[in-house]
């Protein structure tokens, strides 16, 4: 197959180029190449989506097109100047077109009323709606949860791997039967590339079935080979004490506040997973995770505890 990525160069899209171009696709990337470059052994295309006619260096036609893009005009763009020459579309979405945090419903964001609010990153959910509905019912939407796993700079997931690989006592949020959801990259990326080949179309939501967060922490340290000692600290403790929720600084990554979310990480999955959606052990996530840390020098730094913070808040706690 000829497949067009739409991106390429960073985490996910850079991960399906690099999986198509295995399977014997012909690859093509087009980006503005300001994330990175995509992987080796792939025809990359400079191009700029935020400009009509952006996609002109673009030749021949696609059997697959596959756009992570998250703003409805470049969007867009891509279905009105590749009109005639794409097979399948695939669009990756995310979990985040659900408003209702509190319950798992499948009731969606109201789309953006125009583009002019699409760089607001409050208004995600709602642009990736408007997304969904500009490439259509015959297309393939890939609701994304949580991705992780080898070169995920985000932090979210790679801050746990961090800390519980420096061992001694950790401060683990809310409690241990707390749930968490979320998909290694390459699992992701290995399910996108099937279904596309397949024609699926329609929406899946594409992410492991929930599981407890303290099964979650024991997976990593199994897979790091280590035994740290977890302190656990209710969701009250943590919001007195400034820590915030789910990403960022000075934040326990993957932690967010029941009940408020108590939907936000049991999402039903049993389709996505019918459809074969593979997700291997978080022990595997884990222990690859850490070789990509230490081979690439990635210092965690967007999200988490600093080590002085953590030691405070252990202190406080005692």
Not at 78 to 98: F, I, K, M, N, P
């Amino acid at each position: 197959m000829r497949t067009l990525v739409l991106g390429g160069t960073r985490f996910l899209s850079k991960e399906i180029a690099r999986q198509a171009r295995d399977r014997g696709h012909e690859v093509v990337c087009a980006a503005r190449g300001q994330a990175g470059d995509p992987p080796p052994g792939v025809e990359f295309v400079r191009v700029d989506r935020s400009e009509d006619g952006g996609l002109a260096p673009l030749e021949g036609s696609f059997d697959l097109v596959i756009d992570v893009a998250r703003h409805p005009s470049q969007v867009r763009r891509a279905v009105d100047e590749l009109a005639g020459r794409a097979g399948h579309w695939t669009l990756v979405s995310t979990l985040s077109v659900y408003p209702d945090t509190r319950e798992a419903t499948s009731v969606l964001h109201e789309p953006l009323a125009s583009d002019a609010d699409e760089n607001d990153v409050a208004n995600y959910g709602r642009a990736k709606v408007t997304c969904e509905q500009i490439v259509g019912d015959a297309a393939l939407i890939v609701r994304a949860g949580l991705i992780v796993g080898p070169e995920d700079v985000s932090d979210r997931f790679t801050y746990w791997v961090d800390r519980l690989a420096r061992g001694g006592r950790v401060l683990a949020p809310g409690s241990p039967g707390d749930l968490v959801q979320l998909v290694d990259v390459r699992d992701l990326a290995a399910w996108t590339l099937d279904a596309a080949e397949k024609g699926l179309t329609g929406p899946y939501d594409a992410v492991s079935s929930p599981l407890p967060r303290g099964e979650l922490l024991a997976g990593i340290a199994e897979g790091l080979s280590v035994q740290p000692e977890l302190v656990w600290a209710g969701q009250e403790f943590l919001a007195e004490h400034d820590v915030n929720a789910w990403m960022g600084p000075r934040s326990l990554p993957l932690w967010v506040p029941l009940p408020e979310y108590a939907g936000f990480m049991a999402r039903d999955v049993s389709a996505v997973l019918a459809a074969g959606l593979h997700i291997r052990p978080v022990t595997d996530t884990a222990r690859d995770t850490l070789t990509w840390l230490r081979d690439s020098g990635h210092t965690v730094t967007r999200s988490g505890l600093t080590p002085e913070e953590e030691a405070e808040l252990l202190r406080l706690l005692d």
